[in-house]
């Protein structure tokens, strides 16, 4: 018997029993679907955070108070970086284009009847530019509003949107910890960056945030929750990271270890890069017991075949057919089990990933070496798995076969 005439067989006995080759591909249909489906949504996650972190700015450094060691064991980070850090990174540092600082509190903001806790931001005029955000209405603060202590405030998308309805909030009076502030401008919607949700956030120039609002505790200057520098280009980031070590190693007389961290896209993507790739191969080994589970229940059902198709299997080799023509045929109708749930589940799983992406900011992210990965292994196990009821069928002596039939 050639090869045709077996796949012929194998095919017309699948479709003699419907039901329970329906049954048999659904445990390869859900691994398979699960394998293409987590891989898929864990590159689309991938891709999310790391446009997220690209939103940033190829150049941007953030110059963080406390070592790693500070930041691992402490919520409250240590307050080493004052305003002065900031203007001398500005000053000093040839790689640095521009330089903003931040001071964050949550405080209360009171716009007539409405009262609501956000997180109110004093930064500098160079906000804008250091951190790539525009106004949508109104302006931003200026030096001079910076210099005087103005008390005026730029709102998040979302905030505006909450205090002020559909009305233009540009002029109106609202209250920060029981002070007077003019809205000025509302910042264009961009969402959360580095935990910090601007678009439900306020901020109002960094003397006024110093003097009015937290008041000002560090003896050495004007304490800032963290420094945001721009290197001139993208190749001198790592420069601009090395002179601005450098030069705060001098201003803050450190001999042993730093008591800021420095962090920079780079180091940000590689981070993400390494979590994610180690979430997506978990989440892709978890799926891939399905199809081993899907492959048992191949062996299962195939050794039952075996069982109810014993008289023909008797009568194949009584006239004629060898161990060879036996065991060829039952493989391949595991192989055709396995193959065909494998294309099912690969609908199944890209289909998954395409409503994910609809449905979530995450992107369908689809993979072909997945798909065909998924696909092969299906087909891998299949033939596996019905190699142990193939070899039983093929090893049954014909007199015992047709005699228990």
Known sequence: MNLLESVQMAGKTLLSNKLRSALTMLGIVIGNASVIAMIGIGEGGQRFVTQELESLGPNVLFVIPGNRATQRISRDLPKT?????????????????????????RQVVTYRNQNTNVNIIGTTPSFLNVRDFETATG???????????????????????????????????????????????????????????????????????????????????????????????????????????????????????DDFTINTQKDALQTVGQITGALTIMLAA????????????????????????????????????????????????????????????????????????????????????????????????GLFFGVVPARRAAKLDPIVALRSA
């Open 286 to 381: 978890i799926a891939g017991i399905s199809l081993f589970v899907g492959g048992i229940g191949i062996m299962n059902i195939m050794l039952v075949s075996v069982t109810e198709r014993t008289q023909e299997i008797g009568l194949r080799k009584a006239i004629g057919a060898t161990e060879q023509d036996i065991l060829l045929q039952f493989m391949i109708e595991a192989v055709i089990v396995s193959v065909i749930g494998g294309l099912v589940g690969t609908t199944v799983g890209v289909s998954g990933i395409i409503l994910v992406a609809a449905v979530t900011p995450l992107e369908a992210a689809i993979s072909p070496i997945a798909i065909a990965t998924a696909v092969g292994v299906s087909g891998g196990i």
């Open 139 to 257: 302006r931003f603060f200026n030096e001079i509003d910076m210099r005087r202590s103005n008390q005026l405030v730029v709102l998040g998308a979302d905030l505006a949107e909450r205090l002020f309805g559909n009305r233009n909030p540009v002029g109106q009076q609202l209250r920060i910890k029981n002070a007077s502030f003019q809205v000025i401008g509302v910042l264009e919607s961009k969402g959360s960056n580095l935990g910090v949700n601007y678009d439900e956030a306020a901020l109002i120039p960094l003397n006024t945030m110093a003097n009015r609002i937290v008041g000002r505790t560090s003896p050495y200057g004007l304490e800032l929750t963290y420094i945001v520098a721009s290197a001139t280009d993208a190749e001198s980031v790592d420069a601009a990271q090395f002179q601005i070590t450098n030069l705060l190693r001098l201003r803050h007389k450190i001999t042993g270890e």
């Open 81 to 105: 970086l004052v305003y002065e850090d900031a203007q001398a990174i500005a000053n000093q540092v040839p790689t640095v284009a521009a330089v903003t600082a931040e001071l964050n509190s």
